[in-house]
């Protein structure tokens, strides 16, 4: 992956003065009403130009995606983003705590090439035509990079993260604390001996796209379209995957609107292809349940928790993985060993016949994630009526991600929860200046 160092635009402390109440989530986790939280936050949160609020009265000529561009050139010219004046490749660095323990995740910010997906970039998951849509006409309207695309490389030397843990450790550009008690510190890595051997390091990666799927698709698209030169490049984040900090958490899956539900008859149908093992002591087996299914799920086999009410707590454990080939052939051994593969063919597409795209009156799934009480949250969901059952599933393992991707396969949708996010508006490239595609000083180069 050939990547290389820029100037950002960043949030100017002293016109902004919090910059934590600037910043955002990646667009596609904020809904309405935290919208307005954001909006509310500060009159210079970042959501007004990664998200900003659709109008009765939009037009052609004045919409969230004009608006956005009028936004990000009035902040330059009021200096509420500013230039760095040197280029960098920027250390992103996010302390967390997950139970009892306290996790640190480092990255990197810099451009990466945009080459089409295949060894190089390495995709996981399904895009879909309405979030590309909408992602390239903002950067039509803006120019610009916002968002970050999250990239995950392999580097058992751990060159990243023996420059930032060195005792003259670079003071931090910013250094605040998310809603969610996550900190992100960023600092610029100017010194060239640091940017080219970080540059170095990269020259030979191949990378996975842990999230930004749809962004990244954007970039190609928009590299397509577009004159500028610096289109060429998109803004991304890249974490090691050796490092202890990454972590991947489950998502879960509750689903409504299924017709004439007979919890005695899905049960039935779901033990064709599964071994059904019934809880005796109801809702309270659901944690022990689904420590089970980890097991099972380290040996190769797939399962998971099946959740219809207190009293209706069941593990799922596949019987033949056969059965899966058959419903999904031409895949590979380590995407049949999926818990979410086996979970989405077979009884959410295959029993229940789910319209993803909601084009018709069938079942409907949501999908729940969360630092700790996710699963409480999907049977809670359950228990209040809103939905009718719900699948408790464990975290896909990092090694299976590299399976699958290795084998050039997507796993089915919202199979990863990589946690935390990535946060939007801690650096921003703007792709009509041509310094923006300054030379790399070598960078890219041995010696």
């Known amino acids: 992956m050939e990547i290389r160092p820029f100037k950002a635009y960043r949030l100017n402390p002293a016109v902004v003065k919090d ?3 600037c910043i955002a989530p990646p667009y596609d986790l904020i809904d309405d009403q935290y919208q307005d939280q954001l909006y509310k936050r500060s ?3 970042i959501i007004r130009i990664e998200k900003g609020k659709q109008l009765p009265t939009d037009t052609a ?17 009021q200096r509420v983003l500013v230039q760095d004046p040197t280029e960098a490749i920027y250390a992103y660095v996010q302390q967390y705590c997950l139970g009892d323990r306290t996790y640190t995740r480092y990255s990197f910010i810099a451009l990466g090439k945009l080459v089409p997906f295949g060894p190089i970039v390495r995709p996981h998951e399904q895009v879909f035509a309405a979030p590309v849509e909408d992602r390239l006409r903002l950067k039509r309207a803006t120019a610009a990079q916002l968002g970050l695309v999250f990239m995950l490389y392999k580097d058992q030397q751990m060159v990243l993260e023996g420059i930032v843990e060195q005792p003259e450790q670079i003071p931090p550009l910013l250094d605040v604390h998310d809603d969610q008690g996550v900190r992100h510190i960023l600092l610029a890595i ?3 001996d640091q940017i080219q051997a970080i540059c170095r390091m990269m020259a030979d990666k191949a990378c996975i796209i842990a999230d930004g799927h749809h962004r990244y698709t954007t970039g190609l698209q928009y590299a397509q379209e ?4 610096a289109a060429g490049y998109q803004m991304m984040a890249f974490a090691n995957l050796c490092q202890e900090g990454l972590t991947v958490l489950a998502t879960h899956r509750v689903v409504r609107a299924i017709q004439g539900l007979d919890p005695h008859g899905f049960i039935q149908r779901l033990s064709t292809y599964f071994q059904v093992e019934k809880a005796s002591d109801g809702r309270q087996a659901v944690a022990a349940m689904q420590a089970k299914a980890r097991q099972i799920s380290t040996q190769g086999s797939t399962a998971f928790v099946v959740y219809m009410g207190a009293d209706q707590v069941y593990l799922a454990q596949l019987r033949d993985h056969q059965a899966l080939v058959s419903a999904a052939p031409g895949k590979s051994k380590a995407w049949y060993q999926l818990d979410v593969a086996a979970l989405q063919v077979l009884v959410i597409d295959g029993i229940l016949k789910a319209d993803k795209h909601r084009s018709s009156a069938g079942p409907e799934v949501a999908y729940v994630t969360g630092k700790d009480s996710a699963p409480d949250q999907a049977l809670a969901m359950v228990d209040s009526g809103q939905y009718q059952m719900a699948f408790i599933l464990n975290p896909i393992r990092i090694q299976q991600l590299i399976d699958v991707t290795e084998d ?22 703007r792709l009509d200046e041509a310094l923006e595609l300054a030379a790399c000083h070598d960078c890219c180069q041995k010696g």
């Not at 000529?61 to 010219?77: G, M, P």
């Not at 577009?226 to 030169?229: A, F, N, T, V, Y």
């Not at 996010?421 to 921003?428: A, D, N, P, R």
């Open 190 to 192: 100017t010194r060239q």
């Open 226 to 229: 577009s004159d500028l030169p």
């Open 43 to 45: 009159p210079y949160n």
């Open 61 to 77: 000529a004045d919409n969230a995606y004009t608006r956005a561009a009028k936004q990000l050139a009035t902040w330059i010219k």
């Open 408 to 429: 050039g396969l997507l796993m089915p949708p919202k199979s990863t929860y990589f946690y935390p996010k990535m946060y939007t508006g801690l650096t921003i490239q």
């Open 19 to 21: 910059v934590a109440a």
